[in-house]
């Protein structure tokens, strides 16, 4: 309730100078707000980036050195291998807050 607060004051706030913006907002209310449905201690696993920016560095780390790839095929090839990869090396990792509300979501 409180985020629906917030978010209709920031709507009264620029609604007048960014309508078309606040429409788009509105549309998709119901999409910003899920996480509040979730318990509160997996928020910060649900809104941070560090996952794939964790993928995104090793892709970088693993493709600097090949340097160029012949066609797309082998790129497309050698990334699908690196996400399996990454994958299985973090399947079982329980993110912050997810081991504390297992019974919850479950």
């Known amino acids: 309730k409180e985020a629906e607060t917030v978010l209709h004051a920031f709507y ?30 997996i928020w910060p696993s649900i809104y941070s980036t560090n996952m794939i920016e964790s993928m995104n560095n090793m892709i970088k780390r693993k493709t600097k050195p090949k340097s160029e790839f012949p066609t797309e095929e082998p790129l497309d090839n050698f990334l ?18 997810f081991g504390q509300v297992t019974d919850t979501l479950e």
């Open 12 to 41: 009264d706030k620029y609604d007048s100078k960014y309508s078309s913006m606040i429409k788009n907002l509105q549309k998709i209310e119901e999409d910003l707000l899920v996480f509040y449905q979730y318990p509160k201690q």
């Open 80 to 97: 699908g291998v690196q996400a399996i990869g990454y994958n299985d090396r973090n399947a079982k990792r329980t993110h912050k807050g």
